[in-house]
């Protein structure tokens, strides 16, 4: 059974990097067909997409994000990882990593069927 | 990038009422539409997969529904733990959008 685990630190200050690890056990991120996501919810709001890396390193991003997110994976450690830079107050949310998988192969249908508990990250000034 | 508009935001109901929830694109996403419950504390999980499909392992007491632009979820028999709030999401294209949410509270 796959399992995710977010890390990092759970307070940031403004302009500075924030950096979370996802940490997969009982599946590998190379597997194929898999993309590895990153999600993220302020507080009292919706989810928001931030972006996925697929098992052969291809990122797609949210354009909204894009200009300062880079999302990374380390097969070796079997984890992948999120860096947002410049963060602000409104970066301020519980972020999630999730598997984004092929449900049903036939039509590319893809969910996210595992996610992490989540890990909350404040942006202080 | 494709909007996802939930209704209503805020859902009272009671043990062993029918809901539906609604979710509405802003084109046609074919059957690439997910749902998902949220709790606190947990972590979120899958329910519906590609407008209709159950996920392993959920109550077949939710259903989904719906292809196109309007879509829905429906718990056929409200149990206390589906007190939560629940979400669509689209699968069409990147970027992956959700809905606002709906929020299933006790009447």
């Known amino acids: 059974q796959v399992q995710l685990q977010e890390s990092g630190p759970g307070l940031v200050k403004s302009s500075q990097t924030l950096s979370l690890t996802c940490t997969v056990s009982g599946g590998s991120i190379s597997s194929s067909f898999y993309y590895w996501s990153w999600i993220r919810q302020p507080a009292g709001k919706g989810l928001e997409w931030i972006g996925r890396?697929?098992?052969?390193?291809?990122?797609n991003y949210n354009p909204s994000l894009k200009s300062r997110v880079t999302i990374s994976a380390d097969t070796s450690k079997n984890q992948f990882s999120l860096k947002l830079s410049s963060v602000t107050a409104a970066d301020t949310a519980v972020y999630y990593c999730?598997?984004?998988?092929?449900?049903?192969?036939?039509?590319?249908?893809?969910?996210?069927?595992?996610w992490g508990q989540g890990t909350t990250v404040t942006v202080s000034s | 990038d494709i909007q996802m508009t939930q209704s209503p935001s805020s859902l009272p109901a009671s043990i062993g009422d029918r809901i539906t929830i609604t979710c509405r694109a802003s084109q046609n996403i074919g059957s690439y539409l997910n749902w998902y419950q949220l709790r606190p504390g947990t972590a979120p999980k899958l329910l519906i997969y590609a407008a209709s499909s159950l996920q392993s392992g959920v109550p077949s007491r939710f259903s989904g529904s719906g292809s196109g632009t309007d879509f829905t979820l429906t718990i056929s028999s409200l149990q206390p733990e589906d007190f939560a709030t629940y979400y669509c999401q689209h699968s069409y294209s990147t970027p992956l959008t959700f809905g606002g949410g709906t929020k299933v509270e006790i009447k």
């Open positions: 999730a598997r984004d998988s092929p449900l049903r192969i036939v039509g590319y249908y893809y969910a996210l069927d595992v």
């Open positions: 890396i697929y098992s052969s390193g291809t990122t």
